[in-house]
């Protein structure tokens, strides 16, 4: 009696809501912690940026315009579906080496923030705005707003690091291109197929796997790209990349050796989003 | 829209209401900065005589007497009468009933004489009399006729009624100009003061007025703006150019030449002269005076030069 | 009959200019070890003062005093005490505010109305606002304690001197940073007039240091190893070679850079207050501001008729003398922004926009630009896209609400935006889409401490005043 061969899975790419390979056609080994092959990885090139950009670009209108409520609502569900999935990340973390109880632990924690960010999406504004008390005959308040697009190159947690860089920039509407860590790229790629199935519009979250030095400048340089979030960039590579991203005065992120065990508070949150104050005249 | 047949209420409503907005605190900044002119040395000479020709020297009260108007009328012919070069003003504003000590004064002088009318302040009163007393003033040799228009109905938003009033009393004019006072301190809003204006102009005023003097706040520059607006607004729709005058709370020198910065940034020269333009004022002549003789002798004057009629 | 307003000029008398100025570092004026330059007037040309330039060295000397005074003296002193001082700061603004209006006049060009109405009071205002942070810094929602970053690198432009120098030092003196200011080197009159009022209110030596020069030295600041912090008020270009120079450093960046904002007028706009402020949108200040309505995007059903009333209101705008007080539109800044206004203002007839201005007699003496309007301009001109930083409007029109945020949003920039219309969701639906920091509804131009201000996109990073303000000076 033969063994039944299992079917593998192909690790594609997540833009603009589907799974395409690469358009470069290339992809790269992926090994486990002890250093045997685990798959292939599709391995982005700056086409698949610019692509990632457009798709993100295209949803922003949309995703920043839902009500905050119903954002919250989404980022609620991807916790339910993240939760459902829960063996198959606590395996792929081990993979990538950590004990039995570690990865257990962080797709915990990964629900857990998922959560946290579901309930600030219609906080935050409160928090973060004001009505201002203007010498004049003025009502004038200042509410935020998200930034746009954000390029976040994760950090090499693989699941927890990228979730807790991800989910507060859609949490306030803006749309993330990501660059998955690049020894670790599979739980990003399982985390796609979460949010592809969490009501999340396409296009909301993009995410590349591939050489982080290879698409992390096309990312920093893209004039379409608002912020960039550098969390998972060495501190060799920090400054080539702000200068980069000076081009078109993106906001940056730098890296600052996050734990991210802890409570996350606002800081994410803030980091990309834009104050807007209106003013108009009290008058009959 | 035409004055021949008159329009609707309807008509008047969508016509009135389809007037572009004022927004209040536009209009208040837009007023105070103006204020903030500096008119100095020969400009405020030019301005002062200007403003003494422009004034209606008004009384308005239920103790006046033939001798007290005819005091008035004297002023109003020769302010100061120690300075000849000082002008005339434009009118002497009255009752009806002092209508007629009034023209006996000022025969001869240039002077005309303004009536209130129309059951002046509140023009709560029937129709037939506030007419009555519109001819009556008229017929005693009013020049100028000064009406109030029925605020109620207009706040009300019974514009047909606010027409109807105003063409009738202007026919009841006949060759007197034709004033109508909004009493803007009661129709509150700017929005209000530009509707009323355009109602007044299409019935056929030939001035529009701010104020009775008799309601807080009377005269006020961000009211007058927008009727300055207004007339130049009209004026370029139709041709016809129509008058402005602001009364009550006017007393200063100061006071004066802002409006007068009004009237040139606003509407524009063309209203700088009495025909277009006109102060209702009672004390404010003396203030007038007394700015007007510092500028001549370099030192500052007192109320005792001056005489109080 | 014609009114002619005769000439009412603010006295000079009440300003000392002195022949030449030193840099002010630790509390006392120094000489500087750069070329001196001069400050000239830009109404008559004549030259005002020489200012000296600060070298690397003089720099090192600044940067030194300031991180001393932020260890030993400003960073451990209670909120309380700093803000005493600051509201000490505020008082002399107000009480010598005639001095520093008349003084910013002439060495700027801008109309006394505005620096005795609008420059001058806002800076008090601002000091007087912060002031009363300095104490309160644990409630701003930036945790219980937190903390200043240390030394403030702070270069400032010439369209607002004294303003944006309170815009600057007093956030970052109230959250307990020290400062290094350089301004800009054709307005650095009133910075050195307020290194004065520094003293009078004995604020520590070293707290706040001014140093004078041209660009070069604003480099060696933002670049000095001891500055934690840059902040930069003017170009984007600039704006962008500051933010490289910090790449890869631990230093805090806040840019405020330039604009190309849209003043949209929908067709049931309230006509004459929003012809006020398209005027003040454009012409207060010469038009040399940042958020200035440089486009104006008006429905095409009410084109014409806004454009008639524009132009008639533009024709009453009094141009001249800065110092008199019935000027509306002082005298350009400088030969070379005057120049840059001419080269955009010829581009804008070469690629077929209408230009208009009204019959306005210009002296013969000092940098003049008649307050001009362009109309007939496409989103593709360069008129409609560069910043021209002067009196210049270019008129473009729309048909739709959604056609308006689209060609309003259509720029690189993202500082301020104006809305002009009687229906309030109206006012709220486009005011929702418009990628822009500040947005005037029914106004324009309003500027108030308690106000964050700041952009989107590369009008810069981060906000200055209000409670927002404060994120920039501390550790958060």
């Known amino acids: ?284 | 829209m035409s004055t021949e047949t008159l329009p609707s209420g309807p008509q008047l409503r969508a016509f009135l209401h389809g007037l572009p907005g004022v927004d209040q605190v536009g209009v208040d900044e837009r007023a105070a900065r103006l204020a903030t002119r500096s008119i100095k040395t020969t400009a405020k000479a030019q301005a002062i005589d200007l403003a003494i020709t422009m004034v209606d020297l008004t009384t308005l009260e239920g103790a006046d007497t033939p001798g007290k108007v005819r005091a008035l009328c004297a002023k109003g012919a020769r302010p100061d009468p120690g300075d000849a070069s000082v002008p005339r003003v434009a009118a002497i504003c009255v009752y009806p009933d002092m209508v007629e000590t009034a023209v006996a004064a000022l025969r001869g002088t240039g002077i005309g004489v303004a009536s209130v009318a129309t059951a002046f302040p509140s023009g709560r009163a029937p129709m037939e009399a506030k007419l009555a007393d519109t001819r009556a003033a008229v017929a005693a040799g009013a020049s100028e006729i000064d009406m109030v228009i029925d605020r109620g109905a207009f706040l009300a938003g019974d514009y047909r009624k606010v027409h109807e009033e105003i063409v009738a009393t202007k026919e009841a004019c006949g060759d007197a100009h034709l004033k109508v006072i909004f009493e803007t301190g009661e129709l509150v809003t700017y929005d209000n003061v530009r509707r009323a204006s355009w109602l007044a102009m299409e019935a056929g005023a030939d001035f529009i007025k701010t104020s009775t003097g008799k309601v807080a706040p009377a005269a006020t520059l961000p009211v007058t703006l927008v009727m300055l607006e207004a007339v130049r607004d009209y004026r370029a729709a139709t041709g016809r150019q129509v008058g402005v005058k602001p009364a009550g709370g006017i007393r200063t020198t100061k006071d004066a030449i802002k409006y007068l910065v009004l009237v040139n940034e606003t509407a524009g020269p063309d209203w700088l002269d009495p025909q277009w333009f006109r102060l209702g004022a009672s004390s404010l002549l003396n203030d007038l005076l007394m700015q007007r003789r510092k500028l001549t002798t370099g030192v500052y004057s007192g109320p005792d030069y001056f005489t109080l009629d | 009959m014609d009114f002619e307003y005769a000439p009412a000029p603010e006295s000079r008398s009440v300003v000392d200019i002195r022949p030449s100025y030193g840099l002010f570092i630790d509390g006392a004026f120094t000489d500087g070890h750069g070329e001196p330059f001069k400050t000239i007037e830009p109404a008559s040309e004549d030259t005002l003062a020489e200012i000296a330039t600060a070298d690397g060295a003089d720099v090192d000397r600044a940067v030194a005093a300031a991180r001393a005074a932020f260890e030993n003296v400003w960073g451990p002193m209670p909120g309380r005490e700093r803000a005493k001082y600051l509201f000490r700061i505020a008082r002399i603004v107000q009480e010598r505010a005639r001095e520093l209006a008349v003084l910013e006049s002439i060495d700027n060009g801008k109309p006394i109305r505005e620096s005795r109405d609008v420059d001058v009071p806002l800076a008090a205002a601002h000091f007087f606002y912060y002031a009363g942070w300095a104490d309160k810094l644990g409630h701003a929602g930036f945790g219980a304690d937190p903390r200043p970053l240390g030394v403030a690198g702070q270069v400032i432009p010439w369209n607002f001197p004294l303003l944006m120098l309170a815009w600057k030092i007093a956030p970052a003196l109230a959250c307990g940073n020290t400062v290094v200011l350089k301004p800009a080197e054709t307005t650095p009159l009133t910075a050195l007039l307020f290194a004065d009022i520094c003293r009078q209110a004995e604020l520590p030596p070293g707290v706040v240091n001014i140093v004078t020069g041209a660009g070069e030295t604003g480099r060696l600041l933002v670049a000095h190893p001891g500055v934690d912090k840059v902040a930069f008020t003017g170009s984007t270009d600039v704006g962008r070679q500051i933010a490289r120079s910090v790449a890869g450093t631990d230093k805090r960046l806040t840019l405020e850079l330039g604009g190309k904002a849209a003043n949209i007028v929908f067709d049931d706009a309230p006509l004459d207050q929003a012809v006020e402020g398209i005027v003040n949108g454009i012409f207060f200040n010469q038009g040399h501001v940042c958020c200035a309505g440089s486009r104006l995007l008006v429905q095409e059903s009410v084109a014409d008729e806004l454009l008639e009333r524009l132009k008639a209101r533009m024709a009453t705008l009094r141009v001249g003398d800065p110092l008199d007080k019935n000027t509306d539109v002082g005298a350009i800044n400088s030969a070379e922004q005057l120049a840059k206004i001419r080269e955009l203002s010829q581009a804008g007839e070469d690629e077929g926009a209408e230009r208009w201005a009204p019959d306005c007699a210009l002296p013969q003496r000092g940098f003049w630009f008649a307050p001009t309007v362009f109309t007939g301009v496409a989103q593709s001109h360069r008129i409609a896209r560069e910043e021209i930083f002067g009196p210049v409007l270019s008129v473009l029109t729309f048909r739709t609400p959604a056609e308006a945020v689209e060609k309003a949003n259509n720029t690189p920039y993202g500082l301020s935006a104006g809305v002009w219309t009687e229906k309030g969701s109206r006012i709220l639906w486009t005011a929702e889409r418009l990628r822009a920091g500040v947005v005037w509804a029914n106004t324009f131009n309003k500027f108030d401490p308690a106000s964050p201000f700041g952009g989107y996109k590369e009008s810069g990073h981060g906000r200055e005043g209000g409670r927002h303000g404060l994120e920039a000076y501390l550790n958060v």
């Open chain 1, 1 to 284: 009696m033969s063994e039944r061969l299992t079917v593998r899975k192909t690790y594609k790419l997540f833009i603009g809501g589907a799974f395409p390979r690469s358009e470069s056609g290339r992809s790269y080994v992926v090994n486990d912690g002890r250093g045997a092959f685990l798959a292939n990885a599709s391995q982005a090139s700056r086409k698949d940026v610019r692509d990632a950009v457009g798709a993100a670009r295209k949803a922003f209108g949309g995703w920043s315009g839902r009500t905050a409520h119903n954002r919250g609502q989404i980022l609620y569900r991807i916790a339910e579906m993240l939760e459902g999935r829960r063996a198959q990340f606590v395996d792929e973390l081990r993979a990538t080496g950590l004990g039995k109880s570690a990865a257990s632990d962080e797709v915990d924690a990964a629900v857990d923030r998922w959560v946290w960010y579901a309930g600030w999406t219609d906080k935050i504004a409160a928090v973060a705005g004001s009505a201002n008390p203007v010498s004049g005959p003025f009502f004038n308040f200042s509410t935020p707003e998200p930034v746009g697009v954000v390029g976040v190159v994760a950090p090499d947690a693989p699941l927890l690091g990228l979730v807790s860089v991800l989910a507060p920039v859609v949490a306030t509407g803006g749309t993330a291109v990501v660059v998955a860590s690049e020894p670790a790229p599979l739980p990003a790629i399982t985390l796609a197929e979460v949010l592809a199935t969490s009501d999340l519009p396409g296009g909301v979250v993009n995410l590349l796997t591939g050489r982080r030095d290879e698409l992390a400048p096309w990312l920093a340089s893209h004039m379409d790209v608002d912020a960039i979030d550098l969390a998972g960039v060495p501190a060799d590579g920090v400054a080539a990349l702000e200068e980069a991203a000076a081009g078109n005065l993106k906001r940056v992120l730098r890296p600052a050796g996050d734990d991210w065990s802890g409570e996350p508070g606002t800081a994410r949150l803030t980091a990309f989003l834009e104050t807007k104050t209106v003013w108009h005249p009290v008058g009959v």
